[in-house]
T-cell receptor
């Protein structure tokens, strides 16, 4: 079967660093995506990993280990506007997106 | 910028009514998708389309149908709304030439069925 797990909720402090983990099980794998979704708004694309390693994009980085079925999203220098849900999704062997339930990130001053 | 619009942000309907949710994208994307999003669950794919007149069932098509008569427009139809279809409905589009998972979403329609 196919399954994606990520923590339901995390809390972090403004200015700090937070790592949001995502583990997955799938019969086929063609890439992993991270999306950000602010409350009441649509998800927006953050990052894409298809090879093992770290992809850095400004304050956000995403890591993938295909052998471990594991990814993380790293957010540095947290700002209040980073309070949002972060959705992990993978494309399976049919190139369909399978979504995790999302991690709600709460930033405290 | 890619823009995906949905006909309504909030909608209240009664059980048994026929409901139309419209989605329009302005970037000439080939692929269009309809999802529903419920608390504690990931986005679930209802239907998708890779071309005009073409439609494919997603994971939860029961109780829904779709129409894609023009490339830019993808409509979701609830033939007879039921209370368990109360949800947030999200439309998305993507380019056939890009990453299949890089989808652009509309603002969503929060549907309440009474």
């Amino acid at each position: 079967g196919q399954n994606i797990d990520q923590p339901t909720e995390m809390t972090a402090t403004e200015g700090a660093i937070v790592q949001i983990n995502c583990t997955y099980q799938t019969s086929g794998f063609n890439g992993l995506f991270w999306y950000q979704q602010h409350a009441g708004e649509a998800p927006t694309f953050l990052s894409y990993n298809v090879l093992d390693g770290l992809e850095e994009k400004g304050r956000f980085s995403s890591f993938l280990s295909r052998s471990k079925g594991y990814s993380y999203l790293l957010l540095k220098e947290l700002q209040m506007k980073d309070s949002a849900s972060y959705l992990c999704a993978i494309t399976d062997s049919n190139y369909q997106l399978i979504w995790g339930a999302g991690t709600k990130l709460i930033i405290k001053p | 910028d890619v823009k995906v619009t949905q006909s309504s942000r909030y909608l209240v309907k009664r059980t048994g009514e026929k409901v139309f949710l419209e989605c329009v994208q302005d970037m000439d994307h080939e692929n269009m998708f309809w999802y529903r999003q419920d608390p504690g669950l990931g986005l679930r794919l209802i239907y998708f389309s890779y071309d005009v007149k073409m439609k494919e069932k997603g994971d939860i098509p029961e109780g829904y149908s779709v129409s894609r008569e023009k490339k830019e427009r993808f409509s979701l139809i609830l033939e007879s709304a039921s209370t368990n279809q109360t949800s947030m409905y999200l439309c998305a589009s993507s380019s056939a030439g890009g990453h299949v998972g890089e989808q652009f979403f509309g603002p969503g329609t929060r549907l309440t069925v009474l």
